[in-house]
């Protein structure tokens, strides 16, 4: 069964941090980069950080250096560490696999930061 668990979100001051965790089952994961992406509201989804097996990393220049996605396939989990918080990072975050697959989004956790 293919599921994915966001967690970890919450309320945020601007230039704080926080960590969200992604907890995936379903062995189509395993094998699959994985990604972070976020829908503020009123705003299309739009990608915020990829890992794949090799380690390699992406980000998009908005969370460039004050993002970092990591990957712990012992515990089919993926995080993402926001630091360097901005009112404008402020959506929901959803992870899902790279490239996305509609079908697999989870319910997302909510990260609000106020300035």
């Known amino acids: 069964q293919v599921q994915l668990v966001e967690s970890g979100g919450g309320l945020g001051q601007a230039g704080g941090s926080l960590r969200l965790s992604c907890v995936y089952s379903?062995?189509?994961?395993?094998?699959?980069?994985m990604g972070w992406y976020r829908q503020a509201r009123g705003k299309q989804r739009e990608f915020v950080a990829s890992?794949?097996?090799?380690?390699?990393?992406n980000y998009p220049a908005s969370v460039k250096g004050r993002f970092t996605v990591s990957r712990d396939t012992a515990k089919n989990t993926v995080y993402l560490q926001m630091n360097s918080l901005k009112p404008e990072d402020s959506a929901v975050y959803y992870c899902?696999?790279?490239?996305?697959?509609?079908?697999?989004w989870g319910q997302g956790t909510q990260v609000t930061v106020s300035s």
């Open positions: 899902n696999s790279v490239p996305l697959v509609e079908r697999y």
């Open positions: 379903g062995n189509i994961f395993s094998d699959t980069a």
């Open positions: 890992i794949y097996r090799s380690g390699l990393t």
